[in-house]
């Protein structure tokens, strides 16, 4: 059987992420990250001797006429693609080139969005086969030996299908227990050229450290994909894919992709030290709660080639962060950055604006709590009612929801009118935010000082362009 793993084209010119709770545009950081999802896809699928094929149209800058082109070319069996809130439309358009080009293919899309609402999807793109719901690995490996057999689809645990003009959704797929059972994802597939790490221009790759998550924020819709249930790769094994990318592919900068890298300590200091003790050459980010860290671990992620940790902040005020069902406290969110900059760490904060309760008050103290943090970086959110998760309910039922246009669920847009702000103030808002922590001297200063060479100033003039775009 032939596989064909594909990331849909731009949204008009919009360079979207499209990786389980992340759906925003590459300027958000300015990059694009690797495929995670679909390259763990190509790599079960190839895992079980099936012939795999990845093409990621965002970074290869391909259309809609080269994707039926493509699937002309490749007369795939399969065709498993992403698709997100923000990009909804565009994506699901990528069926229909698809079919133009290769009408024998059978097509199932990943994600979310569709993971969340099915019906949406086929009714999008009639001529989609399949919604895989949740994590796509194991639906894959059984769809594929289906087909291979000529036999229906209609039981296969994690799928949902249209029969007879009627929705069909089959039962849950209990997702991977063991991670380490899972290859490693088949980044050989791409051209890693053109994904490159924001000041370095290093090349990097997403590595999965862990999936699911217990927590019960409401905001969040990852375990619509992952689950709730923290499932973790060994150390050994993490550690065994960074080591192999950096001898077979001259790659030693990663992205530590995971709800939190550090949701289990004794397992983050576990890497931290594996890496230490094999005495690799690399660079790595990850994400963090702030009540998951302390002095020795971030001294143990510093040792191990961790250079910048991003803490999941959300706001500073505790009355917001509880409503987020967060579970944290402004002290903790302090004590975790002060930790972090004495272990010499870059740091960042993820914070959110126009969560229902918010009053302008709120997002006054929110700004001048980040301002007077030891932080590198401040990405600052609006509250978007993503479906799948518990934000997008509350809202559907207070009539919250400003907007039926899927591209303003992008989180540099807001897409509710909440009391004491409409959607549009929300946004104002959130620039007013970005203006007043990075148009400082400091701040200012602090990213300059980065720049030692020509080719550091060409970089940080490009990652400006893309920031903007998304501020």
Known sequence: MRVWALNPPADHGVKQVREGRCMQRGGAWTTIWTPLSLAYCAAVAREDGHEAHLNDCIVEELDFVDVARRAAELKPDLVVMNAVTPSIDSDMTTVEAVKRGWPGAFVAVIGIHTSALPQDAFSRAPRLDAVIRGEPELTVRELLVALAAGKPVDEIAGLAVMRGGELKTNADRVPVENLDDLPFPAYDLINTDLYRMPYTDGRFLLVATGR???????????HTYYGKKLRLRSAKNLVDELEYWGKKHGIREFLFWSEGFTLSPPRAKAVAKEIIARKLDIEWVCNSRVDDVDPELLGLFKQAGCTIIGFGVESGVQEMLDAMKKGTTVEQIRQAIDWAKAAKLQTAAHCMLGFPGETRQTIQRTVDFVRSLKLDFAQFYCAVPFPGCDLYDWAKEEGWI??????????????MDIPGFTSEQIEAERSRAYKRFYLRPSMIGNHLSRLTSLKDIKVFGKMVKQFVSWV
């Not at 400003?402 to 897409?415: G, I, M, T």
């Open 402 to 415: 400003a907007s039926d246009d899927y591209r303003k669920y992008e989180q540099n847009q807001s897409a």
């Open 212 to 222: 699911g998550c217990p927590h019960p924020c409401v905001f969040c819709a990852d």
